[in-house]
């Protein structure tokens, strides 16, 4: 089920007067299907075409995160999802989101990325 980023379709205004469309719906307003990225066995990666001939990577599933530490970057394998800002049922399915805290071999980690759209996970060591 795709998502519609247009404008709301309250038709009711703060005062109780009817508000009428301004325009219709376009196919340029609808946005993509959530990617929930799971912690996994290995990275799993979907290429996705988009507009403008174009393509995405998907992540669908991830073993590895990105780390940065105060030696640099380093590749360090996901435990599992501790908690998650935007849902509380995602770190119990290990969905990992922006902002996410996850459970890595170096220690625990924030997700600075959006990760079902930039194809990684990238974070920085709590």
Known sequence: MENYHGA????????GGKR???????LRYIGGI???TKV???DIRRL???????SKVKLK????????????????AIRTVLETPDNRHHA??????KGAILDTEAGKVKVTNR????????????
């Open 8 to 15: 709301s379709g309250s038709s009711i205004k703060g005062t």
């Open 20 to 26: 009428g469309r301004h325009s219709d719906k376009k």
């Open 34 to 36: 959530f990617t929930a």
């Open 40 to 42: 996994g066995e290995k």
């Open 48 to 54: 996705k075409s988009s507009r403008g001939n174009s």
């Open 61 to 76: 599933a991830a073993k590895f995160a990105n780390v940065l530490t105060k030696d640099g970057m380093k590749k360090v």
């Open 92 to 97: 119990r399915q290990n969905i990992i989101t």
């Open 115 to 126: 990760v079902g759209q930039d194809g990684v996970v990238n974070g920085r060591l709590l």
